[in-house]
C-alpha cells in the first residue's frame, strides 16, 4: 500500500462544476502539498499546510490531521484547469523527504 | 526572473550511453533534489543535497550519480548501468530554513533506445 493515496485518478467535468480531488496518507507528516502539472511537465507548487484550510482564488485545500485526509476544491472549473494533481506529503521522521502520490488527471471539457 | 532551469527539454541517447542532466537555479536555495517520474507512479527521489559539496542517495540511486560543486548547479548522470533510463526527469530546490516547499524545474524527457 502507498503511504500516499489519491483518489480518483482520473476526473473528466463540465466546465464550471465544482472539482474535489481526495488525499489520505497513512504516516504522521509535518506538511501536506498539492502541486499541478500541466501536460508540458513542469510542477507548480499550489498549497503546502499543515492544518486546517488553504484558499488561493478558486483553489481551496483542506487538512484533517485525525482523519489523515486531505482534499482539493476547484471552484467554477474552468478548462485551463485541465492538468495532473499531485499530493505529497513531508513525513515527521525528520529527513524533510516528499512522499508523492500518483497524481488525479483532471480534464474540464467546454 | 529567480527559478529553476533544466537542459535540455528532450534527450534521446543510444543504450549503453551516460547522459549528463543540467539542472540550475538561482534561487540561493541550499538544497537540490531529483525526481524521477514514471507513468502511473508517484515521483521518487534520486539524489538529494542540502549542502555545496554533499549529497545523499534518494530511494532509487542505482544507477544514477550526482555532484554538488557549485551551489547553483546539480547534475544528474544517468550510466548505462541504470537498467530502465526511460522516464521524465525533474529537479527541485528548496530554502535550508523552509525545506517543506520545493520549487520544481520544467523536466527533461529522456529516451534511450
Known amino acids: 500500500k502507498n503511504e500516499v493515496e489519491q483518489s480518483p485518478q482520473n476526473l473528466t467535468a463540465q466546465e464550471g462544476e465544482f472539482i474535489t480531488i481526495n488525499c489520505s496518507y497513512s504516516?504522521?507528516?509535518?506538511?501536506l502539498h498539492w502541486l499541478q502539472q500541466h501536460p508540458g511537465g513542469g510542477i507548480v507548487s499550489l498549497f503546502m499546510l499543515s492544518s486546517g484550510k488553504k484558499k488561493h482564488g478558486r483553489l481551496i485545500a483542506t487538512i484533517n490531521i485525525q482523519e489523515k485526509h486531505s482534499s482539493l476544491h476547484i471552484t467554477a472549473s474552468h478548462p485551463r484547469d485541465s492538468a495532473v494533481y499531485i499530493c505529497a506529503v513531508t513525513s515527521n521522521f525528520g529527513n524533510e523527504k516528499l512522499t508523492f502520490g500518483t497524481g488525479t488527471r483532471l480534464t474540464i471539457i467546454p | 526572473d529567480g527559478g529553476i532551469t533544466q537542459s535540455p527539454k528532450y534527450l534521446f541517447r543510444k543504450e549503453g550511453q551516460n547522459v549528463t542532466l543540467s539542472c540550475e537555479q538561482n534561487?540561493?536555495?541550499?538544497?537540490m533534489y531529483w525526481y524521477r517520474q514514471d507513468p502511473g507512479q508517484g515521483l521518487r527521489l534520486i539524489y538529494y543535497?542540502?549542502?555545496?559539496?554533499?549529497?545523499q542517495k534518494g530511494d532509487i540511486a542505482e544507477g544514477y550519480s550526482v555532484s554538488r560543486e557549485k551551489k547553483e548547479s546539480f547534475p544528474l548522470t544517468v550510466t548505462s548501468a541504470q537498467k530502465n533510463p526511460t522516464a521524465f526527469y525533474l529537479c527541485?530546490?528548496?530554502?535550508?530554513?523552509?525545506?517543506?516547499?520545493?520549487?520544481f524545474g520544467p523536466g527533461t524527457r529522456l529516451t534511450v533506445t
Open positions: 527541485a530546490s528548496s530554502n535550508q530554513r523552509e525545506l517543506n516547499e520545493q520549487y
Open positions: 504516516v504522521g507528516i509535518s506538511a
Open positions: 543535497s542540502q549542502i555545496v559539496n554533499d549529497f
Open positions: 534561487l540561493n536555495h541550499d538544497a
